[in-house]
């Protein structure tokens, strides 16, 4: 029975991920540092929780594992610009770090998950391969760009190394994120009719399911090494690219509702067609479009089983938590508030 270390295991991805890694019949040792909560990752007998920091990662996080998927990150642009110096340290040194440290420790596979959002943008008649010049436009980006590019040379006969592009996510997951373009939109036309567009609609976005990308990942665990190993792949397919306006009317549709379309935030500079060819070599391919994530968030919404929480805004959570630190810090004395 394998191990995986799932880094950001309680994260969007992490938490869809992990179950369907215990659903294959791998053990999972889930590190993370629980910003967004413990409890949505589901209690097994084969899951070990960590809570640990990816940038004091040591030897023993990496004792009888097999493989890693190394999801850990300050996971979007406006969290990175706010803040920069966290983002590189995360996303790009501890990552790197945790893939030499994997291979130190005899580790076979490591699964570097980054973003197709290094493309930044592109003429409209370019559609991104792996080998396309990349053109990553903010902290965010140019930090998973430097994360590649510092886990690719590792990769040698012994330590298989894979880096997979994904699309921007859509979907339910049990850590759930509102601020990811579908389900925003999703929430928005739902809860008020009026369905948030960032302007002006004609910026192309590929987009990936949830469980579509979860199961890219342990595919790639199980993929043929040669096939795979010190390579990248761009995860999504065609029929989930979409110019963002278009898509609005497509979720529009699916809410079942009257639904305005409105316009928010400045001009979008980034804008990417992205091709699918080399994953889809392999054998795999998206299953879920978008309507399939609308209408399962539409359901859990209607049930009372989801809500648009503020841990569901990653930023928001993010600034959250500082201003907890802050007013606790202000007011405690010897490390204690009420009690001493
Ligand atoms: N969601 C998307 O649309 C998307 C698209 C492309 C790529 N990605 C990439 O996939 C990965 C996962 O994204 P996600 O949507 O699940 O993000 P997320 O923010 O939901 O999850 C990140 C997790 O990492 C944890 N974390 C953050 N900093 C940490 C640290 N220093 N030490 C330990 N844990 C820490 C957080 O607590 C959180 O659980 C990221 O690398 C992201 O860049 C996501």
């Not at 997979?164 to 339910?172: I, K, N, P």
């Not at 805004?313 to 802050?326: A, D, H, M």
């Given at each position: 029975m394998e191990r995986i270390l799932v880094t950001g295991a309680a994260g969007y991805i992490g938490t869809t991920l992990v179950p369907m890694l215990l659903e294959a019949g791998y053990r999972?040792?889930?590190?993370?540092?629980?910003?967004?909560?413990?409890?949505?990752?589901?209690?097994?007998p084969r899951l070990e929780r960590i809570k640990a920091d990816s940038r004091r990662l040591a030897p023993e996080h990496f004792s009888g594992v097999d493989h890693v998927v190394d999801l850990?990150?300050?996971?979007?642009?406006?969290s990175g610009e706010l803040f920069?110096?966290?983002?590189?340290?995360?996303?790009?040194?501890?990552?790197?770090?945790?893939?030499?440290?994997?291979?130190?420790?005899?580790?076979?596979?490591?699964?570097?998950?980054s973003?197709?959002?290094?493309?930044?943008f592109q003429a409209p008649d370019v559609v991104c391969n792996e080998a396309t010049p990349t053109n990553p436009l903010t902290t965010y980006a140019k930090a998973n760009e430097k994360a590649e590019q510092g886990v690719l040379p590792l990769a040698d006969e012994r330590f298989c190394v894979v880096v997979?592009?994904?699309?921007?996510?859509?979907?339910?997951s049990?850590?759930?994120?509102?601020?990811?373009?579908?389900?925003?939109?999703?929430?928005?036309?739902?809860?008020?009719?009026?369905?948030?567009?960032?302007?002006?609609?004609?910026?192309?976005r590929p987009m990936v399911h949830v469980q579509d990308t979860a199961r890219a990942q342990i595919f790639m665990l199980q993929a043929d090494r040669d096939a795979v190993n010190g390579r990248i792949f761009n995860v999504g397919s065609s029929e989930n690219s979409y110019q963002l306006g278009p898509l609005a009317e497509r979720v529009a549709a699916a809410v079942p509702r009257k639904v305005a379309i409105e316009w928010y935030g400045d001009?979008?500079?980034?804008?990417?067609?992205?091709g699918f060819d080399r994953i889809q070599g392999l054998g795999w391919r998206a299953e879920r479009v978008a309507e399939d994530g609308v209408l399962e968030i539409?359901?859990?919404?209607?049930?009372?089983?989801?809500?648009?929480?503020?841990?569901?805004?990653?930023?928001?959570?993010?600034?959250?938590?500082?201003?907890?630190?802050?007013?606790?810090?202000?007011i405690e004395i010897d490390g204690c508030l009420i009690d001493m």
């Open positions: 999972v040792r889930a590190i993370d540092r629980f910003f967004f909560g413990e409890n949505n990752l589901p209690d097994h850990v990150a300050i996971s979007n642009d406006p920069q110096k966290a983002t590189y340290d995360i996303n790009f040194e501890s990552r790197v770090a945790c893939a030499r440290l994997a291979k130190a420790a005899g580790v076979k596979r490591y699964v570097l998950p973003s197709c959002s290094i493309y930044g997979l592009r994904q699309a921007t996510v859509y979907g339910y049990p850590r759930m994120r509102f601020d990811l373009a579908i389900n925003g939109m999703t929430y928005g036309a739902w809860k008020t009719g009026v369905l948030p567009l960032m302007r002006d609609g004609s910026q192309w001009a979008d500079h980034r804008s990417y067609q992205v539409v359901e859990r919404l209607e049930a009372g089983t989801l809500d648009k929480t503020k841990e569901t805004i990653t930023l928001g959570w993010y600034q959250e938590l500082i201003g907890w630190q802050k007013k606790i810090r202000e």
